[in-house]
């Protein structure tokens, strides 16, 4: 089957659902939490960087950094493997996006207290996106503020529709189905496409 991975990115973590057609319908092949992180402060490099020197500072940012899309290539690996052992085809991977980051340094990051979070908060989707393209996925970046436009323009569905489909799958896989699957699954439509 041709299946397609949904992501959605928190910190640490990502919520990752993989879609796929049978007799012309959607149906949930896989869902799961991907580990983004080996250790705590890890979650939030800048928060656990910010009473550290410059030097220091910088040090253990570009290390959480380094680690998150070292851990997000291998979590994409293993679920492209993982739907390989099923003889599925994974033809994408949709990933959803913030706004981007302006150019600024760890410092000037770490200047200001809710630029971290906005950095923490792109840190994890970047990894992502940047895993999907070097496991040669087509990488599907859909801004996640406009997801349901998005999916009602790629779909051709109304969003009233998409969100009866969304409920459909998540009543035939049971819980947990929040927000995180529900966002991901449709990305994951959207990528199928």
Same mark, same amino acid.
């Given at each position: 089957?041709?299946?397609?991975?949904?992501?959605?990115?928190?910190?640490?973590?990502?919520?990752?659902?993989?879609?796929?057609?049978?007799?012309?319908?959607?149906?949930?092949?896989?869902?799961?939490?991907?580990?983004?992180?080996?250790?705590?402060?890890?979650?939030? #490099?800048?928060? !656990?960087?910010?009473?550290?020197? #410059?030097?220091?500072?910088?040090?253990?940012?570009?290390?959480?950094?380094?680690?998150?899309?070292?851990?997000?290539?291998?979590?994409?690996?293993?679920?492209?493997?993982?739907?390989?052992?099923?003889?599925? &085809?994974?033809?994408?991977?949709?990933?959803?996006? @913030?706004? #981007?980051?302006?150019?600024?340094?760890?410092?000037?990051?770490?200047?200001?207290?809710?630029?971290?979070?906005? !950095?923490?908060?792109?840190?994890?989707?970047?990894?992502?996106?940047? !895993?999907?393209?070097?496991?040669?996925?087509?990488?599907? =970046?859909?801004?996640?503020?406009?997801? !349901?436009?998005?999916?009602?323009?790629?779909?051709?569905? &109304?969003?009233?529709?998409?969100?009866?489909?969304?409920? &459909?799958?998540?009543?035939?896989? @049971?819980?947990?189905?929040?927000?995180?699957?529900?966002? =991901?699954?449709?990305?994951?439509?959207?990528?199928?496409?």
């Amino acid at each position: 089957m041709k299946v397609a991975f949904g992501m959605k990115a928190h910190s640490g973590w990502a919520a990752l659902v993989v879609i796929g057609k049978r007799d012309g319908h959607y149906v949930v092949v896989d869902r799961r939490r991907v580990e983004l992180v080996d250790n705590e402060w890890g979650k939030q #490099p800048y928060h !656990a960087a910010e009473d550290l020197k #410059p030097q220091a500072a910088r040090n253990l940012v570009k290390r959480g950094i380094e680690a998150a899309h070292r851990n997000a290539v291998r979590e994409m690996r293993a679920s492209v493997k993982r739907e390989q052992a099923l003889q599925n &085809s994974v033809s994408a991977c949709a990933v959803l996006m @913030g706004n #981007p980051m302006p150019g600024w340094s760890t410092e000037q990051i770490l200047a200001v207290h809710f630029r971290m979070h906005q !950095a923490e908060g792109v840190l994890f989707r970047e990894a992502l996106a940047t !895993a999907a393209t070097k496991c040669k996925l087509k990488l599907v =970046a859909i801004p996640e503020k406009t997801l !349901a436009e998005h999916a009602e323009r790629t779909l051709r569905t &109304s969003f009233a529709s998409l969100k009866k489909t969304i409920a &459909s799958l998540g009543k035939s896989v @049971g819980p947990p189905w929040t927000s995180d699957q529900k966002d =991901a699954s449709l990305a994951a439509m959207i990528a199928l496409q």
